[in-house]
């Protein structure tokens, strides 16, 4: 199982980012998925999830309206559009897969345990 996340770096406020995820090795299309982050000296913080076909999407209050998590089955592949980004949003951004079984409804606010998770990308937003 491989979770490979792409796409961080360094932008100004009110900049914007795409992260991507790219997946290997398990039936993507089986999980929701779901973006979690860490800032330094802070616990993981749950971002955001998709249902494993995409119809259906949870956002944490401190992103919605901001950040957009999309997928593409056919390229097994998660992205994450994040706009206006503030200071706040400084993290190492990782891609999750969500184990199987667990209730749609469930997963708000779920973050996955951590061999779940991808190495991660920095995001950092400064002036």
């Known amino acids: 199982v491989q979770l490979v996340e792409s796409g961080g770096g360094m932008v100004q406020p009110g900049g914007s980012l795409r992260l991507s995820c790219a997946a290997s090795g398990f039936t993507f299309s089986a999980h929701h998925m779901s973006w979690v982050r860490q800032a330094p000296g802070k616990g993981p913080e749950w971002v955001s999830v998709i249902s494993s076909i995409g119809g259906s999407t949870y956002y944490a209050d401190s992103v919605k309206g901001r950040f957009t998590i999309s997928r593409d089955n056919a390229k097994n592949t998660l992205y994450m559009q994040m706009n206006t980004l503030t200071a706040e949003d400084t993290a190492l951004y990782y891609c999750?897969?969500?184990?199987?079984?667990?209730?749609?409804?469930?997963?708000?606010?779920?973050?996955?345990?951590?061999?779940?998770w991808g190495q991660g990308t920095q995001v950092t937003v400064s002036s």
């Open positions: 999750a897969r969500v184990p199987l079984g667990r209730r749609w409804r469930d997963n708000l606010g779920y973050v996955p345990p951590r061999d779940y």
